[in-house]
């Protein structure tokens, strides 16, 4: 069995937020992973599958995909090159290069990123990392559900499932994970944030989607298409997934709140999954009888994050709350 890069995460029980919601929330803490998020899961997974021999690994990403992309290679010993858009914070750019990944910058959005790192790999022969859609990535992210049915023990059967999509990956590694273990009839509550909802809009639609700008802070949400087979996943009759938006500012406070009584910093990106309890979302969906009133405990995934630090949070505040 190869190494796997991925670290088996906490589960806690949030009392603040299960009396929020009337019923015990759980909370998988991917943000204690040694690359700062969920990613490195399934890009572990990937570049076990993919990169054993390969010159060098090549990912774009806004941060996290970049991060466990660097992670995995450096463990590999295996040269990694990231290109990220130019609106990646400059602490990312550090922390790419502390995990001795070669960093460069290409256009505005991840998009122009990523077709750079698609041209790169083809002209230089490097192994291209997706950072969210791949079958490989799904399969490794579905470990995280595995762990949780062994941390809740076979009586107990989460309510609903809470998480983030920016391009859909962590959305098709949970449903991945909870079709493993039998759990396909769990809801999902896939949250964005307004300005970075690609899934949300294709769901609208009725077909996927490309925004014309990613314009919210969540930058790690910003994929301006989201993944086929997430959306496919949304038109699936044995599927319950409700698709949810937050504001840019529900997300903020979301962090700060959950910086105040979970004691951990998360970046926006994880905010809008957490907005879903602290915002309301929930307690208005079993209003709306979309979800059940009395539902069995409802699972956050906290997907962390690497693209925020105090100073971030300060330049967050200033530019939502003004």
């Given at each position: 069995?190869?190494?796997?890069?991925?670290?088996?995460?906490?589960?806690?029980?949030?009392?603040?937020?299960?009396?929020?919601?009337?019923?015990?929330?759980?909370?998988?803490?991917?943000?204690?992973?040694?690359?700062?998020?969920?990613?490195?899961?399934?890009?572990?997974?990937?570049?076990?599958?993919?990169?054993?021999?390969?010159?060098?690994?090549?990912?774009?990403?806004?941060?996290?995909?970049?991060?466990?992309?660097?992670?995995?290679?450096?463990?590999?010993?295996?040269?990694?090159?990231?290109?990220?858009?130019?609106?990646?914070?400059?602490?990312?750019?550090?922390?790419?290069?502390?995990?001795?990944?070669?960093?460069?910058?290409?256009?505005?959005?991840?998009?122009?990123?990523?077709?750079?790192?698609?041209?790169?790999?083809?002209?230089?022969?490097?192994?291209?990392?997706?950072?969210?859609?791949?079958?490989?990535?799904?399969?490794g992210h579905a470990s995280m559900i595995a762990e949780v049915t062994a941390s809740l023990g076979p009586s107990v059967k989460p309510g609903a499932v809470v998480v983030s999509v920016g391009g859909g990956g962590l959305l098709c590694g949970v449903i991945q994970g909870l079709k493993d273990v039998g759990w396909t009839d769990v809801p999902i509550v896939a949250m964005e944030t307004v300005g970075a909802h690609c899934f949300n809009a294709a769901i609208k639609a009725g077909k996927l989607v490309t925004l014309d700008d990613i314009t919210s802070e969540a930058k790690c949400l910003g994929a301006k298409t989201a993944c086929k087979q997430a959306f496919d996943y949304s038109q699936s009759s044995e599927l319950t997934i409700i698709s949810e938006l937050v504001t840019d500012q529900q997300a903020l406070h979301a962090i700060q709140t959950f910086l105040d009584e979970e004691r951990v910093l998360v970046e926006m990106a994880c905010g809008a999954a957490l907005a879903a309890v602290y915002s309301g979302v929930i307690v208005r969906l079993q209003n709306e009888g979309r979800l059940p009133a009395l539902m069995g405990p409802l699972l956050m995934i906290v997907c962390g994050g690497s693209t925020i630090n105090m100073e971030q949070l300060t330049n967050l505040k200033h530019k939502l709350q003004s």
């Open positions: 069995m190869a190494e796997v890069f991925h670290l088996k995460t906490p589960l806690l029980e949030s009392i603040n937020m299960s009396k929020r919601v009337g019923t015990t929330v759980y909370l998988k803490m991917e943000n204690a992973q040694p690359s700062g998020s969920f990613k490195i899961r399934g890009i572990g997974h990937l570049c076990q599958q993919l990169a054993r021999h390969s010159k060098g690994v090549i990912c774009s990403s806004g941060g996290n995909a970049g991060m466990a992309a660097a992670y995995a290679a450096q463990k590999m010993g295996v040269p990694a090159t990231i290109i990220v858009p130019s609106s990646t914070p400059p602490l990312v750019v550090q922390r790419l290069h502390d995990q001795g990944a070669t960093v460069r910058i290409a256009g505005k959005v991840w998009d122009d990123a990523n077709t750079e790192a698609l041209k790169l790999a083809e002209t230089e022969g490097l192994t291209y990392v997706p950072p969210f859609d791949h079958p490989l990535l799904w399969e």
